[in-house]
């Protein structure tokens, strides 16, 4: 997934979490939206923190 980008809707939760944390980790870029805005913002900043790379929305 090297220098793919992928975006997430309802990321903050359950099976868009899941998600991103694996996307995050086979070197995807990740887009991270999702209306609980503080929950989203939570884990787009720790796939920023892992992998320095990632858009929060």
Same mark, same amino acid.
């Given at each position: 997934?090297? %220098?793919?980008?992928? *975006?997430?809707?309802? =990321?903050? $939760?359950?099976?868009?979490? =899941?998600? /991103?944390?694996?996307? =995050? $980790? =086979?070197?995807?870029?990740? /887009?991270? $939206? %999702?209306?609980?805005? &503080?929950?989203?913002?939570? *884990?787009?900043?720790?796939?920023?923190? $892992?992998? !320095?790379? !990632?858009?929060? &929305?």
């Amino acid at each position: 997934m090297k %220098d793919k980008t992928v *975006i997430i809707t309802g =990321a903050a $939760s359950g099976i868009g979490k =899941a998600a /991103v944390l694996l996307f =995050a $980790s =086979a070197g995807a870029n990740v /887009v991270v $939206s %999702d209306i609980h805005t &503080l929950e989203g913002e939570k *884990i787009g900043r720790r796939n920023l923190h $892992s992998r !320095g790379q !990632g858009i929060i &929305l």
